[in-house]
């Protein structure tokens, strides 16, 4: 097992507000970070001491940045999985490609996780119009189109409640490949947040009960309610399969559905993830904190809960502007991010409070 020592250097694809909290945490750990992106800027600048911008498709842009670091991770997944091949070539990238590669796919996804015996809703590939029509004819009427790829916090997928939906549907997405999934019926709505060490070690967080508004994640809370801590034996085994099947090292987050029939899956993330932000307050060992020792191949730290209860609230848009209020309450911890502008729909912090 490769061990990068405190000192070295970390290469993050991505300078968004996750590639922002891993650069804190593993400056913690005493390591430099090294933010790779096509921007000039993003949150992630303001606490790495390095920036380069380039796009995911130069080649000699990757080999020279991977060159300069001792480890790449990555904080989002709309990357080209070439791009993590042209890396790992140069040096270690952790995790690997092959997990970008089911993500990035949807159909690819539930099929992976199919496969490995998890239930998930109803499905069907998309790729022409008759190919939706077809599908809710099986599935049904009442199903969401999702494109296949570059869909997230609701964006790229539109819901159909009649047959008739399906001309207005295909438009909506942009008449590109996708999925209609079946509606599935559930109470509640829950994420399984692990880490899974260089050796194969695995450590979970307590599963935080999730609340999505317009599709995008409005609070998590851990504990959860007894249902969702009924299912999470089962949703963990799932998890642990899929990090497994992927040989896969660092934060791996699976969102579940609390149904009647059990843990539906309904997406991974292959990196550190909003529903687990609490866990910078909240866990003893934060989900950053715990990617950057598992991707340099350093013991992982407790996941307990450092108080009984906690709860996280996301700041869209405008929200970021009662910073001053949330402050006011000494149990708030505020994070912003740094950006410049607040529009509807974008993250621009979160705050996170621990009930004793």
């Not at 709505?189 to 599709?215: C, K, L, T, Y």
Request: proline fraction near 5%; glycine fraction near 10%.
């Amino acid at each position: 097992m490769t061990t990068i020592p405190p000192g070295s250097t970390i290469g993050i694809l991505g300078g968004g507000q996750l590639g922002r909290m891993i650069a804190v945490a593993a400056a913690q750990l005493g390591y430099r970070t090294h933010i790779f992106a096509p921007e000039d800027s993003g949150p992630a600048a303001d606490v790495s001491p390095n920036w380069t911008r380039g796009a995911y498709a130069d080649a000699a842009a990757l080999s020279a940045f991977a060159d300069s670091v001792d480890v790449v991770t990555y904080e989002f997944e709309n990357i080209d999985p070439s791009a993590v091949d042209t890396l790992a070539r140069h040096g270690l990238v952790r995790p690997g490609a092959q997990a970008l590669r089911v993500a990035q796919d949807r159909l690819a996804e539930k099929r992976f996780v199919c496969d490995l015996g998890g239930l998930t809703a109803p499905f069907a590939p998309v790729d022409s119009l008759d190919d939706l029509e077809a599908a809710i004819e099986t599935i049904g009427s009442r199903a969401i189109l999702k494109t296949n790829r570059m869909g997230y916090d609701g964006k790229g997928q539109t819901r159909l409640s009649e047959p008739g939906d399906a001309v207005g549907a295909w438009n909506a997405i942009g008449r590109q490949s996708a999925i209609l999934e079946g509606f599935v019926t559930f109470a509640e709505e829950f994420s399984v947040i692990m880490v899974r060490g260089a050796d194969g070690a695995v450590r979970f967080w307590d599963s935080p009960a999730n609340v999505h508004v317009d599709g995008i994640l409005s609070t998590s809370t851990a504990p959860a309610g007894p249902l969702i801590e009924g299912q999470v034996d089962q949703a963990r085994a799932l998890a642990k399969q899929v990090a497994d099947a992927l040989d896969y090292v660092g934060v791996l987050t699976l969102e579940f559905f609390a149904s009647a029939d059990g843990p539906v899956f309904n997406e991974m993330a292959p990196r550190v993830h909003n529903s687990g932000h609490w866990t910078i307050e909240g866990a003893v060992t934060s989900q950053f904190e715990n990617h950057v020792r598992a991707i340099c191949g350093l013991p992982l730290g407790d996941t307990g809960l450092a108080a009984p209860r906690i709860e996280m609230r996301n700041l869209i848009g405008d929200d970021v502007a009662a910073w001053g209020e949330i402050l006011s309450d000494p149990a708030n911890h505020l994070h912003l991010y740094g950006k410049h502008e607040a529009r509807p729909g974008r993250k621009m912090g979160h705050v996170t409070r621990l009930v004793l």
